[in-house]
């Protein structure tokens, strides 16, 4: 009898959409590594450059300063989550090692194979619909117009990915850094603290939850974001943007909504709830138009 884990599904998608799906791969795959500075740099330049567009209407003649700050704060969540900062380094299309590179038994190194199909997918040329990619599915095709799409094909863990994913790279753009950086460090500090404590007494995984080292660790990392979020976004402790901040943080938000619904939909009816936001169909907020997927051979 087959399963969910059995689904596959297939996706139409936009260029766009494409090229912001790998884009938050590497970004999943960096911030799970600790290697949040690219990404991090990216984000909060952009913020802070807009909002001092905004007020003083010329460019930031600061951001060198900016930078050096960004870097600093970056290094001390490296030590906070994983100690000793980044595994792998991703410049470009190079996949540069540096020391105690991750397994590829990690089940995120899924991520970077993603990432990895979808820039190839990217690469293909007009009404090349030869199937591309090591993990995934792309082929590309051309409307009436010349306007390119592209037709993914995944498994259910693969999209389970992706959403978790959407949901965390759109959430960082908009400087909801609570949602998505802040996880992953305590995440990677609870799992490094795993592998060095005895198992619980009920056989499960020390994760050292509710220790005074982990206190230590959740409150360092909250001033740090909240540091961060004040100085290039200009939210307050607890406050953020949403959606319509950013046109790229809504392309991918968008999308999030429509895997965590597909999700939803193929989930067994004694495990679904009709009140939860992924039983509603997703809305759109970005320009590009909402993606369009479901199961293989529907």
């Known amino acids: 009898m087959s399963t969910e884990a ?12 494409l090229k912001a799906l790998e884009d938050t791969c590497r970004y999943a795959w960096n911030l799970h590594n600790g290697h949040m500075l690219p990404t991090l740099v990216k ?19 600061d951001m060198s300063a900016v930078t050096g700050k960004l870097f600093m704060l970056a290094k001390e969540l490296k030590e906070l989550g994983w100690e000793t900062g980044a595994l792998i380094d991703l410049r470009g299309d190079e996949i540069v090692e540096m020391q105690n590179p991750i397994a590829e038994e990690d089940s995120h190194y899924m991520l970077l194979q993603m990432a990895e199909d979808f820039r190839r997918g990217l690469g293909l040329k007009k009404n090349d619909i030869r199937k591309t990619g090591k993990v995934l ?3 590309r ?19 389970q990915f992706l959403s978790i994913s959407c949901d965390s790279y759109a959430r960082f753009i908009c400087g909801q850094l609570d949602f998505s950086l802040q996880n992953e460090v305590e995440d990677a500090w609870e799992k490094r603290h795993a592998k060095s404590a005895p198992f619980q007494e009920n056989g499960h995984p020390d994760y050292g939850i509710g220790t005074e080292e982990w206190y230590v660790v959740r409150h360092g990392t909250e001033d740090i974001i909240n540091e961060i979020r004040s100085l290039c976004w200009h939210c307050s402790r607890c406050s953020s943007y949403g959606v319509r901040y950013s046109d790229d943080s809504d392309i991918v938000w968008d999308m999030y909504e429509v895997f965590r619904h597909q999700l939803w939909l193929v989930r067994p009816e004694d495990k679904k709830m009709n009140c939860t936001v992924d039983a509603f169909p997703a809305m759109q907020f970005g320009k590009e138009p909402l ?6 051979g529907e």
Not at 7 to 17: F, H, T
Not at 45 to 58: C, I, L, T, W
Not at 291 to 296: A, C, D, E, F, S
């Open 6 to 17: 059995d689904n596959r599904y297939i996706a139409r998608i936009s260029r766009k959409q």
């Open 43 to 61: 984000w909060a330049s952009v913020a802070y450059r807009r909002h001092y567009k905004e007020r003083y209407k010329s460019e930031p003649d």
């Open 137 to 139: 599915s792309v082929k």
């Open 141 to 159: 095709f051309d409307d009436s117009k010349g306007k390119p799409f592209y037709l993914v094909e995944m498994s259910h863990s693969q999209l």
């Open 291 to 296: 993606v369009r997927i479901g199961l293989v």
